[in-house]
């Protein structure tokens, strides 16, 4: 047989993206036996995913950890768990990703220690910590510190990186989450594009880099992008990107080299439009998500993470991450994607859109820079509103159908689904168990650091050097370094710059945010405002009073937010206080806000021990009367027991009506006070 040529017109293949799957549960050393199973199975790189205490800097048995360890990363508290995490994975040979933000610091001082353990050359290393700070106030919540010393923080590392480990990508600026929580592609290029600006000026500001050298701070700087399934506007979107990246790297700071100004990015598609209604249309969402990063050439993404098909539902199993890893393979080595040039070149239609996307984002970067950048417009409250309102949009789109997602508000009619028969087996659970086991480890870490064979110094001394530096103007990577080795865990590092930082609670967005969903005579909302004032009225009440919490570390606020707008459109006062509080906090508010009902939203698993709590701490304060709503990714199994449990409805993905929701709120105001039911439709 001859050899077979390649047919005309194509030329050699491209080299594929990174393939990685974001992973990590339960334990460091369950999460390290994963990573080595998908390294076998062809992954070219590692994704690595923290515990909720992790990223917010908590060990695991603080009390806001409570329900959290393990459940949607893997807990990493000291040395010791990042020996466990990367055990028999050479890192000199690895390219690591890691999504960690406020504690970024922390977490890669860690990975060099162990990569210096392993007799690794630490300037070989290579990898991203994600390290966007500004998506954490906007839209997923890990923050810890306030703007101005989370940015010094970055700052400091970026200096570090690109003296000491030259190939690492010291941030991840993230516009994936910006999506996440509503922004539309003009939003997530500006946001993400302002950020960017705001650390770089305040790395080159900071005087740790010489201006000979800043080309390579600009070369490391990495983005972190969405797509979404409307791929064309996608793919149009990532090209805007890089002539956006090209033209600012270009004209604000002087970069001359075009290989220091090219925009480079890696991606997970989008989590946002998966679906708990007929999860398997969820694949082949993920397959055209992927093709608007990947089919163009000229803007392809340098590494590609796929969610599996039921992350809607929950944590996903093994095998639905390798069913995701092989959609890329099969893309990529069966396809002939990678042996042409850019197929979209030419194209008047793609070039118009693209045009567009940039003038529209200009204009949006230029708005935020007259504010005095991302970081004054984060504090100003204009960024979380704007994304409020942008989802409160999309989804008054989805509710009056104008939106079409198949099989939630069209094509609703289906086959039994032998993919989700026994939901149980369905979806990964993590055993409750570990918490214990993982805090009974952290206990004996504590009193053993000390102690052969690890004998690392007492970590006062440490803790000691890192406040002074953070005191005054020190870079803190070296001080950092100083408290891994040390055996400092990552509450004792994150509490000490607590000490001298303090800590920061974002805008929540909500009382800024428009009315999205009109109220015209007869429509679904006037008719539940009317169910809302009856209400009020019957109880002799103004208003009714309605909390919606957040308890625990998910920072996914999203739905609580839509919840809170809605709600408050509908006629209710809202109570909302943000991410991050304690059960009793919560209940607290509850009491002293004299409310009627209080609405729970939690996306990270932790409700079958938060829910229960604060249900218990209304029992013994008497408050029976103020019925309690859960929503989230609530298995089918764990809502049967919340509801057993005294929960009046729980709520999931699928329950995209959120003006039913709020008329169903009233509905259990009403039957938890005894009152009649209203015939008023809703």
């Given at each position: 047989m001859t050899e077979r040529q390649p047919a005309e017109g194509k030329r050699e293949k491209d080299r594929p993206w990174l393939m990685r799957t974001y992973a990590g549960h339960s334990t460091a050393e369950a999460s390290n036996e994963l990573y080595r199973r998908n390294l076998a199975k062809g992954q070219t790189g590692l994704s690595v995913a923290f515990d909720l205490p992790t990223q917010t800097g908590y060990d695991s048995d603080h009390i806001l950890a409570r329900g959290e360890v393990g459940r949607v990363g893997v807990p990493v508290a000291h040395l010791g768990d990042m020996r466990r995490l990367f055990q028999d994975i050479p890192l000199e040979q690895m390219n690591t990703s890691m999504t960690i933000n406020a504690t970024a610091m922390w977490l890669l001082a860690l990975y060099q220690v162990v990569a210096e353990?392993?007799?690794?050359?630490?300037?070989?290393?290579?990898?991203?910590?994600?390290?966007?700070?500004?998506?954490?106030?906007?839209?997923?919540?890990?923050?810890?510190?306030?703007?101005?010393?989370?940015?010094?923080?970055?700052?400091?590392?970026?200096?570090?990186?690109?003296?000491?480990?030259?190939?690492?990508?010291?941030?991840?600026?993230?516009?994936?989450?910006?999506?996440?929580?509503?922004?539309?592609?003009?939003?997530?290029?500006?946001?993400?594009?302002?950020?960017?600006?705001?650390?770089?000026?305040?790395?080159?500001?900071?005087?740790?880099?010489?201006?000979?050298?800043?080309?390579?701070?600009?070369?490391?700087?990495?983005?972190?992008?969405?797509?979404?399934?409307?791929?064309?506007?996608?793919?149009?979107?990532?090209?805007?990107?890089?002539?956006?990246?090209?033209?600012?790297?270009?004209?604000?700071?002087?970069?001359?080299?075009?290989?220091?100004?090219?925009?480079?990015?890696?991606?997970?598609?989008?989590?946002?439009?998966?679906?708990?209604?007929?999860?398997?249309?969820?694949?082949?969402?993920?397959?055209?998500?992927?093709?608007?990063?990947?089919?163009?050439?000229?803007?392809?993404?340098?590494?590609?993470?796929?969610?599996?098909?039921?992350?809607?539902?929950?944590?996903?199993?093994?095998?639905?991450?390798?069913?995701?890893l092989r959609i890329q393979q099969v893309l990529a080595h069966e396809s002939d994607l990678l042996e042409y040039e850019d197929i979209f070149e030419g194209s008047h239609v793609i070039e118009a859109k693209v045009e567009k996307l940039v003038e529209e984002s200009l204009a949006e970067i230029e708005r935020i820079q007259e504010m005095g950048g991302a970081m004054a417009a984060v504090e100003s409250g204009y960024l979380k509103s704007q994304l409020v309102s942008s989802h409160a949009e999309r989804r008054a789109r989805i509710e009056s159908g104008q939106e079409k997602i198949i099989g939630v508000n069209i094509f609703e009619t289906t086959e039994p689904n032998p993919l989700t028969a026994d939901l149980d087996t369905a979806i990964q659970t993590v055993d409750?168990?570990?918490?214990?086991?993982?805090?009974?480890?952290?206990?004996?870490?504590?009193?053993?650091?000390?102690?052969?064979?690890?004998?690392?110094?007492?970590?006062?001394?440490?803790?000691?050097?890192?406040?002074?530096?953070?005191?005054?103007?020190?870079?803190?990577?070296?001080?950092?370094?100083?408290?891994?080795?040390?055996?400092?865990?990552?509450?004792?590092?994150?509490?000490?710059?607590?000490?001298?930082?303090?800590?920061?609670?974002?805008?929540?967005?909500?009382?800024?945010a428009p009315v999205a969903v009109p109220a015209?005579?007869?429509?679904?909302?006037?008719?539940?405002?009317?169910?809302?004032?009856?209400?009020?009225?019957?109880?002799?009440?103004?208003?009714?009073?309605?909390?919606?919490?957040?308890?625990?570390?998910d920072g996914h606020s999203n739905g609580a937010e839509q919840i809170a707008v809605r709600a408050r459109d509908a006629g209710f006062e809202v109570v909302y206080q943000g991410i991050r509080l304690t059960p009793e906090q919560i209940v607290d508010a509850a009491l002293a806000e004299d409310v009627h009902a209080v609405g729970l939203s939690i996306l990270s698993g932790s409700h079958a021990q938060l829910v229960p709590d604060v249900l218990e701490r209304l029992r013994v304060a008497g408050a029976t009367d103020i019925p309690v709503i859960a929503g989230g990714i609530i298995p089918n199994g764990d809502a049967d027991q919340l509801r057993a449990a005294g929960v009046a409805a729980v709520f999931t993905p699928k329950d995209f009506d959120i003006t039913g929701i709020i008329g169903r709120i009233a509905d259990e105001i009403r039957k938890a006070n005894k009152l009649d039911p209203l015939e008023v439709p809703a």
């Open positions: 353990e392993q007799g690794a050359d630490i300037t070989k290393l290579q990898g991203t910590t994600q390290n966007d700070i500004v998506k954490e106030y906007l839209s997923r919540g890990t923050h810890v510190f306030p703007p101005g010393p989370s940015l010094r923080l970055t700052t400091d590392m970026i200096a570090y990186t690109v003296s000491h480990i030259p190939k690492w990508n010291p941030i991840n600026i993230c516009s994936y989450h910006l999506q996440e929580a509503g922004a539309t592609p003009v939003q997530e290029i500006a946001y993400a594009m302002s950020t960017a600006i705001a650390v770089l000026d305040a790395v080159r500001d900071s005087g740790q880099v010489p201006q000979e050298k800043f080309g390579d701070v600009v070369a490391r700087i990495s983005f972190f992008v969405n797509a979404g399934v409307r791929f064309i506007e996608e793919m149009c979107k990532m090209r805007a990107f890089g002539r956006i990246w090209d033209q600012v790297t270009r004209e604000r700071y002087g970069i001359e080299n075009p290989k220091q100004r090219r925009f480079r990015y890696g991606v997970q598609v989008n989590s946002l439009g998966l679906t708990e209604a007929q999860p398997e249309n969820n694949v082949q969402r993920i397959v055209l998500e992927m093709l608007a990063v990947t089919l163009s050439k000229d803007a392809r993404a340098r590494a590609v993470q796929l969610p599996a098909w039921n992350e809607a539902l929950g944590l996903p199993r093994p095998w639905d991450q390798q069913w995701s409750p168990a570990v918490e214990a086991r993982v805090i009974a480890g952290l206990e004996h870490w504590r009193d053993t650091r000390y102690q052969p064979p690890f004998n690392h110094p007492r970590p006062c001394k440490a803790l000691d050097r890192l406040k002074e530096a953070a005191k005054g103007t020190d870079n803190l990577m070296e001080a950092t370094l100083e408290c891994a080795r040390a055996g400092v865990t990552t509450g004792e590092w994150a509490g000490a710059l607590r000490e001298v930082f303090g800590e920061f609670r974002a805008p929540t967005g909500v009382s800024s015209e005579e007869g429509s679904a909302l006037s008719l539940v405002r009317r169910k809302v004032q009856l209400t009020a009225d019957d109880l002799g009440v103004g208003k009714l009073r309605f909390l919606v919490g957040k308890p625990g570390l």
